[in-house]
T-cell receptor, first 116, second 113 residues
Framework: ETGVTQSPTHLIKTRGQQVTLRCSSQSGHNTVSWYQQALGQGPQFIFQYYREEENGRGNFPPRFSGLQFPNYSSELNVNALELDDSALYLC???????????????FGEGSRLTVL | AQSVTQLGSHVSVSEGALVLLRCNYSSSVPPYLFWYVQYPNQGLQLLLKYTSAATLVKGINGFEAEFKKSETSFHLTKPSAHMSDAAEYFCAVSARGRRALTFGSGTRLQVQP
């Protein structure tokens, strides 16, 4: 059973650029959540995808967008990067029920984005 | 809305001493509560969770936490610290039936030999 894997592990971008981060969920999981963890802070919920549809969103602007694919892997896209977007981006997968109960989250090691 | 306050951004204990990491929550509905641990350059790992069954929850690596509704607290304890317990610990809350976790700002635990 493979765990949650994220790529790339580190990347550097400049203001105004766009970035795509990728996540492969744990085998058997159908839900992916994305969190932003700024330095010295706890993770903040960006959004969640369940069966390829956005299924909850935190307080992030529309330039943060995502996708979930039929194999339940996911992408996080951020447009028009700002300096404050520098953070560790964590992906977590879970097995959720259609009744809305969230299963245990299994986190990847994250993608560290630096915006210059 | 839910929120979490972790008291003490850094806690230092001696090896073998009691570990106590504090977490207070605010929630307008009955909460689910979690403790996660993050080792350097790694993702978050679930230590334990409270989902309305027993108020004393036992987790991995000898950690446990007690849900106290009257105090809106969910403090994490371990009777005897090991060097390997040095890490960042996060308390989190979610509303039942909701998907997003709200995390505290974390407590870094140092274990002195």
């Amino acid at each position: 059973e493979t765990g949650v894997t994220q790529s790339p592990t580190h990347l550097i971008k400049t203001r105004g650029q766009q970035v795509t981060l990728r996540c492969s969920s744990q085998s058997g999981h159908n839900t992916v959540s994305w969190y932003q963890q700024a330095l010295g802070q706890g993770p903040q919920f960006i959004f969640q995808y369940y069966r390829e549809e956005e299924n909850g969103r935190g307080n992030f602007p529309p330039r943060f967008s995502g996708l979930q694919f039929p194999n339940y892997s996911s992408e996080l896209n951020v447009n028009a990067l700002e300096l404050d977007d520098s953070a560790l981006y964590l992906c977590a997968s879970s097995l959720d029920t259609s009744g809305g109960e969230t299963g245990e989250l299994f986190f990847g090691e994250g993608s560290r984005l630096t915006v210059l | 809305a839910q929120s979490v306050t972790q008291l003490g951004s850094h806690v230092s204990v001696s090896e073998g001493a009691l570990v106590l990491l504090r977490c207070n929550y605010s929630s307008s509905v009955p909460p689910y509560l979690f403790w996660y641990v993050q080792y350097p350059n790694q993702g978050l790992q679930l230590l334990l969770k409270y989902t309305s069954a027993a108020t004393l929850v036992k987790g991995i690596n000898g950690f446990e936490a007690e849900f106290k509704k009257s105090e809106t607290s969910f403090h994490l304890t371990k009777p005897s610290a090991h060097m390997s317990d040095a890490a960042e610990y996060f308390c989190a809350v979610s509303a039942r039936g909701r998907r997003a976790l709200t995390f505290g700002s974390g407590t870094r635990l140092q274990v002195q030999p």
